[in-house]
């Protein structure tokens, strides 16, 4: 049952009548239009005035006078003074509560008229997509850019701003508006030019839009209708100058809504437009706005992201690739039922000056709301899907540009190493990009200028171990930092994986091992931008493993990995080169100071003295019982002076942990207490198989390599095994079984010891004679840090070794 508004007293009061019919009339009806003042001659289109000169068809009596109510809201300020001007539009529109306007929709009282019931129905019917393609034939039948284009992004800040702030929660919105302003967020060099181009599109714009919505029609009509005005604009333009359009009408309820209890001028225009009486049954009116309020979010959402598409640097992106083509195929769609959203707000803002609080909206039209906000809600997601997905290609291209300008800058010689520290560690013009670990302070990357820079390359599960014996050698050489040998710096880069999240535990594990290292590292893994991980894993070869890549000071990359060379020679190695490494090798002989460097401060005494040496390892402690004690008694009956040193087992676990205490209670032998130096033992060992290899070496051709080898298969054994040697003389070596059987059989070959340096060449023989041609042998070596050759010989035999994959897990 529809309703008709008679007067009364208060003004209005509805009465239950017939539905009425849709009745053609002509253009010059009189048609109410304010109150009491019908309209002579107007047409149902208002034609938009420029500022300060009216339209010649609107109503002179508020029409002449609403240019005064805008001179006067010029002093609440520049903002106000905007929304005054735009108050003048309002004049030209039938929005009395004594007489609402003709053919209204139903939207205007509070039972619907058959006209749009039947609207409503064909509203639902809209949202389905039986008539999505017919739909998006009318959309694209109605655009017809004419090339311009508008940087609308400023626009839709200055319709956020005032979005935010329109509220009836009065003073409290002010806390809930953004905490900068559209002006802050602005380009101020373009912006007013901007606005000045787009102001009569607006206007007219806004006028349609009252004039549409008071003048009765369906939505989509009013909203293709929209789209005729707008045709000539970009997508992004449409949304952005309807958006526009609605605001101002919006943003001047409520500022006058805001005002009228503290502003004079504010108050007389809510007089007349009953606000008072609306706001002290604001209460009432609350859920109403809220379910608008969500749907202006929803539309500020989807405008946002048209917005942004239209910002999508375009040398990153092809227009006819699929997920383009997809994201463009929605942008139509997204526009339009945008506009359609602001044609629906339209209307109760309409019907809400009209009716007042009295105004109650059926539950047809929350329905609508509440879809139109679903709707745009299901759109916004969909979009910024297709955004990831682009920005992903964007960023995909973005960074291989990056790191083939990278790669560039590599190839290219340079006077220092700025350009290049620069390029790998990112930091803006007043950031301090590097910790100085000794100092714990921020530093600039001069501190890096012409020197010899380290980088040390790893994640953040860098071993206690490596850790432990870097910072040793690192100390060492700023003890003496006029040596030549010490005139470098290092630089820990953290790479991660930027797909996983930061969490406050991983920024913990990052400034946990930053603060343990002397040495300079970067403020941050971000500043490592992904082009430049990219390069230290295909250009460098970097896979968990750390690694240190050296820079000479002109910013060339000398080595890309000397980590090994650190691990043999420390800085003895320096300037740690491929030409270093070289030339040391050649100095070198299969001896103890090469085998054990300085694990152990008593060997250099051992070596000295010529004492005889024995080194031994394995995690049988039954056999290292029987063995030490066996070596011990054969000493003493060849009369010889003889240190023994248990070096264990590469990764050393809780086992080589109990035995050393057992060596050590029992006085078996010496022990290494820290487990450090005997995974150092090992890892040096392990350096020089992949330092070797890396220069060609093999078993077949190098006589060092054939013993490291041997060495490495000891280790890879699960048997205990033992060297000897006298000073720096040759050495003599073997597994468990055939080394013990050796010394126990000591009465066999004693006789043939030549003193004093002949017990090693003695045992040796003897070993010769003991050798069978039966063994297997493993060759372990760790994770992939470099080349690994496809054909390795056995050390004892010659013959090629089976090659496998082997996942170990190791756990005491």
């Known amino acids: 049952m529809a309703s ?8 209005l009061q509805l009465q239950p009548i017939q539905p ?4 053609s009339r002509p253009m010059t009806e009189n048609v109410p239009t304010t109150r009491g003042h019908p309209m002579t001659q107007a047409t149902h289109e208002i034609a938009p005035s420029t500022r300060g000169q009216p339209s010649t068809t609107a109503r002179p009596y508020l029409g002449e006078s609403r240019p005064h109510f805008g001179e006067g809201q010029a002093h609440l300020g520049e903002g106000q003074a905007h929304l005054g001007e735009a108050q003048a539009h309002l004049a030209e529109v039938p929005a009395v509560r004594g007489q609402p306007p003709t053919n209204v929709p139903g939207i205007l009282k509070n039972q619907p008229p058959a006209g749009r019931s039947g609207h409503l129905m064909r509203e639902r019917h809209l949202f389905s997509s039986s008539d999505d393609n017919a739909m998006m034939k009318q959309i694209l039948a109605a655009h017809a850019p004419d090339g311009r284009e508008f940087d609308v992004k400023t626009l839709v800040f200055i319709v956020e701003d005032i979005m935010r702030r329109a509220t009836f929660l009065g003073e409290g919105a002010q806390s809930q508006a953004p905490a900068d302003t559209w002006e802050d967020r602005a380009i101020h060099g373009g912006y007013t030019d901007m606005l000045e181009l787009l102001a009569y599109p607006i206007n007219k714009t806004n006028s349609e839009l009252i004039c549409k919505c008071s003048s009765g029609g369906d939505a989509h009509s009013i909203t293709m209708a929209l789209f005729q005005t707008l045709s000539s604009y970009t997508w992004e333009a449409k949304v952005a100058i309807a958006f526009a359009a609605f605001a101002v009408s919006y943003g001047e309820f409520w500022l006058v809504a805001q005002l009228y209890t503290t502003n004079p001028l504010a108050k007389s225009v809510a007089v007349l437009k009953e606000l008072p009486e609306i706001m002290e049954h604001a209460e009432a009116l609350k859920q109403k706005f809220e379910a608008v309020n969500n749907l202006i979010n929803a539309m500020l959402n989807v405008t946002h992201c048209i917005v942004k598409f239209k910002e999508l640097p375009t040398q990153y992106i092809n227009p006819e690739s699929p997920e383009m083509i997809s994201a463009a195929a929605h942008i139509p769609t997204a526009v339009y039922w945008t506009v359609r959203s602001i ?19 059926s539950a047809a039209e929350a329905w609508e709301l509440n879809s139109l906000a679903h709707k745009l809600a299901s759109i916004k997601e969909h979009l910024e899907r297709q955004m990831d997905i682009i920005n992903r290609r964007i960023e995909e291209r973005r960074e291989n540009d990056a790191y083939l300008a990278l790669v560039r800058l590599f190839e290219t010689t340079h006077v220092d190493n700025m350009k290049i520290l620069r390029a790998l560690i990112y930091a803006k013009e007043d950031q301090l990009p590097l910790f100085d670990g000794t100092h714990k302070r921020r530093a600039s990357l001069d501190v890096l200028r012409r020197k010899h820079v380290l980088l040390l390359i790893s994640d953040l599960d860098m071993s206690h171990e490596e850790l432990s014996v870097l910072h040793q050698m690192y100390t060492e050489s700023r003890q003496q930092p006029t040596r030549p040998e010490s005139q470098y710096e290092v630089v820990w880069l953290p790479v991660i994986d930027r797909l996983l999240p930061w969490h406050d535990a991983t920024d913990k594990q990052f400034q946990f091992v930053q603060n343990s290292m002397p040495w300079y590292s970067v403020a941050h893994p971000m500043m490592l931008d992904p082009a430049v991980i990219r390069f230290i894993k295909e250009n460098w070869g970097f896979n968990k493993k750390p690694q240190l890549v050296v820079l000479d000071p002109q910013g060339k990359d ?17 300037p740690f080169t491929k030409t270093k490494e070289e030339a040391l090798w050649r100095e070198e002989t299969w001896r103890i100071e090469l085998l054990a460097d300085s694990i152990d401060p008593n060997l250099f005494h051992w070596v000295n003295e010529n004492r005889y040496i024995c080194l031994y390892g394995g995690e049988d402690i039954e056999w290292i019982r029987k063995f030490t004690n066996t070596v011990r008694g054969a000493a003493n009956a060849a009369g010889i002076r003889l240190e023994m040193l248990y070096v264990g087992k590469s990764n050393p676990k809780e086992r080589v942990r109990r035995n050393n205490s057992i060596i050590q209670a029992e006085n078996l032998s010496h022990i290494l207490t820290d487990l450090t130096l005997i995974w150092f033992f090992w890892v040096r060992l392990e350096s020089m198989w992949h330092s070797k290899n890396q220069h060609g070496m093999t078993v077949e051709n190098d006589p060092i390599m054939q013993e490291i080898v041997t060495m490495l298969s000891f280790d890879g054994s699960d048997q205990g095994w033992a060297v000897f040697c006298r000073g720096s003389h040759e050495m003599a070596k073997g597994k468990a079984e055939t080394i013990y059987e050796c010394m126990s059989q000591f009465d066999r070959w004693k006789d043939k010891v030549v003193y004093p340096d002949g017990f090693v060449i003695a045992m040796n023989d003897h070993l010769r004679e003991l050798h069978t041609p039966h063994h297997c042998n493993r060759l372990i070596l760790p994770g992939p840090t470099g080349h690994i050759p496809e054909r390795v010989v056995c050390a004892e035999c010659g013959r090629p070794m089976e090659r496998f994959i082997m996942y170990r897990c190791c756990i005491d």
């Open 558 to 574: 000398s080595n890309r990995n000397a980590l090994h060379m650190m691990w043999i020679w420390g800085s003895l190695a320096f």
């Open 4 to 11: 008709e508004l008679v007067p009364t007293t208060r003004g």
């Open 343 to 361: 044609v629906a707000c339209s209307f109760i803002l309409l019907n809400l000056i009209a009716l007042g609080h009295e105004f109650v909206a």
């Open 20 to 23: 009425i019919q849709p009745v």
